[in-house]
Nanobody, 124 residues
Framework: QVQLVESGGGLVQAGGSLRLSCAAS????????MAWFRQVPGKEREFVAA????????FYGDFVKGRFTISRDNSKKTGFLQMDSLKPEDTAVYYC?????????????????WGQGTQVTVSS
């Protein structure tokens, strides 16, 4: 199994930045794809960004438009989501997810491992 723990959420003003972290532990060799999703109460969980842990693929949701950057530190087994130019509509719980395959990175149903989520609130 793989355990994922997110951190870095909080309250920020519109236009500000936050950096989320996702620390992986356990059978981390099972992590081929690491992704970030977000969810607002009453709405579907939305794809934000994903990368292939070994390199060679970075993907973003349509709404990101250059504002967010996904990255990872192999030595620390930690993924990151740098979020800049934040907007009030970015307010959500952000979840880290991982799976042992590369298929359809934006499909939340394909992910085997999830973190507990971290709240991001952007004030206007």
């Amino acid at each position: 199994q793989v355990q994922l723990v997110e951190s870095g959420g909080g309250l920020v003003q519109a236009g500000g930045s936050l950096r989320l972290s996702c620390a992986a532990s356990g059978r981390t060799l099972l992590v081929y794809t690491m992704a970030w999703f977000r969810q607002v109460p009453g709405k579907e969980r939305e794809f934000v960004a994903a990368l292939y842990w070994s390199g060679g693929g970075v993907f973003y949701g349509d709404f990101v438009k250059g504002r967010f950057t996904i990255s990872r530190d192999n030595s620390k087994k930690t993924g990151f989501l740098q979020m800049d130019s934040l907007k009030p509509e970015d307010t959500a719980v952000y979840y880290c997810a991982a799976k042992p395959t590369a298929s359809i990175v934006g499909d939340k149903s394909g992910y085997d491992y999830w973190g507990q989520g971290t709240q991001v609130t952007v004030s206007s």
